[in-house]
């Protein structure tokens, strides 16, 4: 055997993934909640884009709220699905996007539920303004459902993970192994 075919692997699978641009399914993210979190996009992309259409209307404030919430959301989802599929998450310097990506989708969802309501409670009527209530009320579905998702396959980001129940020990990382015994 060459000494050249014991590297192979590790060298193989280093320039595999260096050429790759777009990467589905990824650590952070699998593709059913990638097609979610597109589908996320393009929905919270027709409501703003439905609210922008509304020439006039009776209570402002709640058109308004509408329009920062559906905006917000379009922009910041398309972003955290770009960094999430791609090799930038890696330069932005965040080691906690399981963290980042629950907390944001979560608060995301309910700010879209609520403009939803009191958007729907008081608009004009116009068939414009029922049209992006109505794709306010997907996207907020689309939202929670990554949720969901995310929390029956990673569970919560936030709870700290207990030792093994059936009396294994926790494996201990490479470099505290080598320091322990006194190899530094």
Not at 134 to 155: H, R, S
Request: proline content about 6%; some cysteine; charged content about 15%.
């Amino acid at each position: 055997m060459e000494p050249a075919e014991v590297y192979r692997p590790t060298t193989t699978t280093d320039q595999q993934t260096k050429g790759k641009y777009f990467m589905v399914p990824s650590v952070h993210l699998d593709t059913p909640r990638c097609c979610i979190k597109a589908l996320e996009v393009l929905l919270s992309f027709v409501a703003f884009v439905l609210e922008e259409v509304v020439n006039n209307c009776t209570s402002c404030a709640p058109l308004y709220f509408f329009e920062f919430v559906s905006c917000t959301a379009f922009l910041f989802t398309l972003l955290l699905l770009i960094l999430l599929i791609t090799p930038l998450h890696q330069r932005v310097g965040i080691s906690c996007w399981p963290h980042l990506d629950f907390g944001y989708t979560l608060v995301i969802a309910f700010l879209f539920l609520i403009a939803s309501i009191v958007f729907a409670a008081d608009n004009g009527s116009l068939t414009v303004e029922k049209a992006a209530v109505a794709f306010g009320f997907l996207a907020t579905a689309a939202f929670f459902i990554d949720v969901l998702l995310f929390w029956k396959k990673k569970g919560l980001p936030c709870q700290n993970t207990s030792p093994p129940a059936d009396g294994q020990a926790v494996p201990v990382a490479e470099s505290e192994k080598l320091n322990a015994n006194g190899n530094e």
